[in-house]
């Protein structure tokens, strides 16, 4: 048995470390995905030995150390920097960043996801025509209960906005819907956010640090 969960473990870590690298360099930004894919190359399908969300980003923090050490921090800053602009711009709707571009773990590929809140998601989309900004629509399904076996989801709308850097996904909450956080995919507790003042205060403090290198 011993012999067994060792086995399992060692198989977790592979797929872990393969799933990791391909969002990482690869652009792949769902968890699920990615573990699938790197099972399916490494020849391993029992959900027994696939590794959970938060497996993955640790491996993802430690793929950037080894081998992004460079030029990910200037990325992250880059894309830290767009989604600035981005929330200036709609700073009505109460903007707050989210996901992989606050938390540090996105690459170059990294899409970077905006929450917004709106009475009407007319509002929104008015808004970006008037500003003449193209942007595709879409939804997107967020975890609204912090047990990873519920299966409690909220189709959110969203609009993708083409950046400099990537892609910008703007989800817009309804600000008269009873306050029900979406749960964080990695592990299932309430997102970390950050509004216009926490985001300029990160991009000040990154600044600093890199300048003390």
Avoid: W
């Avoid at 870590?13 to 099972?39: E, F, N, P, S, T």
């Avoid at 025509?129 to 609204?144: A, D, F, G, H, I």
């Avoid at 989801?153 to 817009?172: D, H, M, Y």
């Avoid at 029900?180 to 300029?200: C, E, H, I, R, Y």
Wanted: one cysteine or more.
């Amino acid at each position: 048995m011993a012999k067994d969960n060792g086995r399992n473990s060692q198989l977790r870590q592979r797929i872990a470390q393969l799933a990791a690298r391909m969002m990482a360099d690869d652009g792949i930004a769902d968890y699920g995905h990615a573990k699938r894919k790197a099972g399916r190359q490494l020849g391993i399908t029992e959900d027994h030995c696939m590794p959970t969300n938060a497996e993955i980003e640790e491996e993802i923090r430690i793929f950037h150390e080894i081998y992004n050490s460079e030029e990910q921090p200037e990325a992250l800053r880059q894309l830290r920097a767009d989604a600035l602009v981005v929330m200036q711009m709609l700073e009505r709707f109460n903007p707050h960043l989210t996901g992989a571009v606050l938390d540090g773990t996105a690459g170059k590929h990294a899409a970077t996801d905006i929450h917004l809140y709106a009475e009407s998601l007319k509002d929104v989309e008015m808004f970006l025509l008037n500003l003449q900004v193209p942007y595709e629509s879409n939804e997107k399904s967020y975890r609204t209960h912090s047990d990873k076996r519920s299966n409690d989801r909220k189709k959110v709308p969203v609009f993708t906005l083409e950046g400099p850097n990537g892609a910008i996904r703007l989800s817009v909450f309804d600000t008269n819907a009873p306050r029900n956080p979406p749960k964080s995919l990695v592990d299932g507790q309430t997102m970390n956010k950050a509004n216009l003042a926490n985001l300029t205060a990160l991009i000040a403090s990154s600044k600093i640090q890199a300048d003390a290198v």
